[in-house]
């Protein structure tokens, strides 16, 4: 059961072959076999079986939807009413929302079964789910291996299939690295096509929730219950959602893929580039053609993202203050002790490192030289994709410069650690679209491939990922141990 | 040495939109502490602020009314600072790209015009409250204040008195009333003030280093606080001393500023835009609707009043310090049929009185604008009296029945009928030999005697006019 597609479980559960409370028994069980990778922070067993009798009721009513039944599991970014929501930080470890996200709102609604929580770099700062305050999440296909981040425990669940899928969030690559590292599916929709109210906020101009899942379809089919216009959050973008699934099967005859030098040259392994330009063969064969092109701008993304999102976090973060709800010291003898003890206590060291780094960046004097300077070299850089955009349909390159690293090995290396979103951060700062696909292993290690599109095409993306998983089944591997 | 004051005022005018600014929380003051204030208020993890288009509205009705610039392009920054009433740790404001730009408001001092520069006005949320009584020590939070939007309007300093800077104020306070933009209510903070103050030996084109004196929230605190702030400064000048930029309190029970915190604590706010919200865009269309829609100002009014009705300066000043009241005054003088004079009196005497007594604003005023106009109108027909009216008033007031009805209940018509009024005169002069003696004397005074006498003896009901002609004949 654990093996199949959304599509698969659906048309399972609309038969009856197996009932949402069995499939969710068998999630559930699952996870608890496989604790090692540590890929949760909350398992919600007893939402989770009401959830899928009410599922099963509803399937028996006739009145369920594509997603009815369907055991999935939220990134801990997600607010859930009832339910912890930590953001992988000891600041909200006893954190309850009297909320729920939109996305939660929008999955319940669907009749989705939620499993638990998972886990994630802390407020979604780190590339390696190292971060965490509830540990390290380990990568199915080698344990000793990061699974990538800051989505990790949910690009882990996904390829472990100890969910049927997942959510997550992508503020410069937290949904794309992950699912390269581990081997699945991910998408980063358009800035403001998900809905970000009780998402907390990480960089909110670059903050994206998406889909995690183990195909191009069945992303279609998480995506088609994320997305849409959320009068709650300003950000969110009032543009019609298409039916996702309606194109995948779409030919790719004359697609025009453009490739940027930028991405391309030094830093990128050269197995992980051997096996990129195999994919790309498989586009020419399914009649694509390849144009390669530049776009020169890309090399000052990693700064620009360096200045932008931690000013935005700096902000951000300073809500939690031990005043009203999450962690507080104890015994504060005044204000400023309260505030300094309980940030100082409850944040790790990468919140704190950007929090910082953001601080800085606005404060008097720097503004100009830093912030406005990234916000302009941001819109050179959204300049390059509408330029390159306008000529190509799609966009291919690497998601990582290599295979997943091992735990431990860039902790102490922030800057080595950050270039290993060098590939993904640029598209967080144009705002467009992009997807990781699983294109292949090196020594037995899963290699993703990324595809970018204009704003709000998603559409596309998800049939280009799907026709290259027609003739490929990199993405029906199974990591070892998890079959 | 002759010293220069130079005062630039900043007032937070409170916005009196039913919701707050980025919220659906209701902003009505005076709830259960923490009871108004919703998940996105307390600045809970994942929330987002919307903007609420009313404060917009208002703000841009004011910026026409000021005959400012409204950007066509304005943008929320956060401001960032910690305190534990400001849940979020910045309070969402404007700073670059405020949405009103320079405009001007005419005062006048002692019959002198002059027009004071407004800089900006800005929209921004205000900040929860800390108590800090009642709890043992501790420091308690109320959100309910949180998100309530302001429009931050900020002077020029072209302010030379404290009198001149009062009268801004109060100019401002009737405007921002009048646009129906806030209800100007100083005791619980809709209306404040921050006053820049600095002095400088006359002449000098430079300025003086300010002090800014924070939170001021009455007219007579204003005067005060900028008098005993210029004060300070010249006293500290005259002695050598050199005045420091700070942020000072005025303590209105000892009637002194004191220092708050200097330039050198002040915090580095680190505006930068709020990537939550998106720029607040203006087209001229909104804006001609804008325009279309502000109603006639205070100024345009005073004049009105003065030629159309040609009532006197006082008068003018009264009836027109709030719509409402002008307002009300205008139904009357339509409604009754009486000169506007009437009117003016009795709702700036009677009506005036006996609300100010009850408390009462205009608006909730017992005697509605169609009942007055009833009475005055029985005035104005002969039918009753100036002085039997002062009675129906009371019973007016005190119920719900039309004068007419009350005249007609208490049998108050006025007795015009001349028989019977040559009735009774003749019967006080046959009674009253002595005093008759006297008037025919030529004691003149006499005769108001006689007509005390007449109006006794009917009770007030008598037409004067009538009283006086028969009188005259018969004595």
Redesign the interface.
Known sequence: MHNKTLAELSLGLQAKTFSSVELTQCFLDRINQHQQLNAYITVTTELAMAQAKAADQRIANGTADLLTGIPIAQKDI??TQGVV?T?GSKM?AN?S???N?TVVDKFYLAGAVMLGKLNMDEFAMGSSNETSYFGAVRNPWNINSVPGGSSGGSAAAVSARLAASATGTDTGGSIRQPAALCGITGLKPTYGRVS??????Y???LDQGGPMTRSAEDAAIMLQAMAGFD?????SVDVPVPDYRANLNKSLAGLKIGLPKEFFGEGLDENVAATLATAIDEYRRLGAEIIDISMPNLKLAIPAYYVIAP??C??N?????G???GYRCDNPTD?TDL?TRSRGEAFGKEVKRRILMG?YA???GY?DAY?LKAQKIRRLISEDFKAALASVDVIMGPVTPSTAFGIGEKMDDPIAMYLSDIYTIAINLAGVPAMSIPAGFVAGMPVGLQLIGDYFSEDRLLNIAHQYQQVTDWHNFIPTGFE | MEWETVIGLEIHTQLSTRSKIFSGAATAYGAEPNTQACAVDLGLPGVLPVLNQEAVRMAVIFGMAIEANIAPYSVFARKNYFYPDLPKGYQISQMDHPIVGVGHLDIEVDGVIKRIGVTRAHLEEDAGKSLHEDFHGLTGIDLNRAGTPLLEIVSEPDMRNAKEAVAYMRKLHELVRYLGICDGNMQEGSFRCDANVSVRPKGQIEFGTRAEIKNINSFKFVEKAINHEVERQIALLENGGKVVQETRLYDSVKDETRSMRSKEEANDYRYFPDPDLLPVIIDEAFKAQMKAELPELPDAKKQRFKVDYQLDEESVAILTASRALADYFEAVNKKSGCEAKLCANWITGDLSAALNKAGLDIIASPINDERLSGLLARIGDGTISGKIAKQVFELLWQSAASADDIIAEQGLTQISDTGAIVAIIDKIIADNPNQVEQYRSGKDKMFAFFVGQVMKAMQGKANPAEVNKILKERL
């Open positions: 997600f607010c929501t953001c909200l954190f929302a009297p909320y996200a970000r109210y009780g998402m907390i906020a960089a909110s101009s009068e709650k959050d300003s950000t000013a935005e700096s902000a973060l300073s809500r939690f203050d005043v009203r709800y204000l505030y601080t606005l404060s008097t503004y912030y």
